[in-house]
């Protein structure tokens, strides 16, 4: 009894077989429902050929997946082991920034407050200093008889007084290494119908807002298509599927 047995395509068949395929797919027009009908035979066929295709590298691609998998497992475990050692490094790290951070603040705090007190300071005496200069001024004027020197005085006393900056050096000393930097962020608690006023006056840019594209599209399934959202526009993208 003779073996009949089919022999499974080798690589070099299944290219000359998806050249050959492709080939008919380009030259292909339907002129009528008969070709229609043959179109549909030659789809079938291509989708026949990609299945062969897809059963011969599944072994090939499975092995490197697994020899993937293998390699990521080694890298997990080293990187699992590297994050247990830094574990409490880190939260030690945690730690020293945070009491870091707050004696900064403590710090800024009281040099702001002592820069308020210090311009204070420098405020009254310069205005102490005008008022002096501006009443000695006066006395002499009316010592004098001299009316413009008079009025020299009463304008001295009528501008604004005002005293040179008092800058206080920052507290907080510096370590070659160490570096403070501010970082702005935006809380997450974020009102997004507010927010999407503000686009929608031009307060705020159009990509402060992001389309949930997965939610839009579950919305024009359920709905297909049929109630009107402002700013979206539904199609339906229809397909064609085959099987072998």
Known sequence: ????????????????????????????????????????????????????????????????????????????????????????????????????????????????????????????????LTLAAAAELEREAIKASDAEMLTEAHAILEQPIVAPVVSVKPMTPKVQGVVYRDLWKAHPDIDVKALAVAVASGKAPTNFLIPNMTAINAFARATVGAQDVPGVRFFNDRQIAARE
């Not at 998806?18 to 549909?40: K, L, P, Y």
């Not at 092995?63 to 699992?80: C, G, P």
């Not at 830094?86 to 939260?91: H, Q, R, S, T, W």
């Open 1 to 128: 009894m003779s073996d009949t047995s089919i022999a499974p395509p080798d690589k070099t068949s299944l290219t000359r077989d998806a050249q050959s395929w492709a080939s008919r797919a380009r030259s292909f027009t339907i002129t009528d429902a008969e070709s229609c009908r043959n179109a549909s035979y030659l789809l079938r066929s291509i989708k026949g050929v990609r299945g062969d295709i897809q059963r011969w590298f599944e072994p090939h691609i499975e092995a490197a997946m697994e020899t993937k998998r293998k390699a990521e497992a080694a890298r997990k475990a080293l990187v699992d082991e590297r994050d247990r050692l830094e574990a409490p490094l880190v939260d030690a790290e945690a730690t020293i920034k945070r009491t870091l951070l707050a004696w900064e603040r403590a710090q800024e705090e009281a040099r702001l407050a002592e820069e308020r007190r210090l311009q204070a300071e420098a405020q009254a005496r310069a205005e102490a």
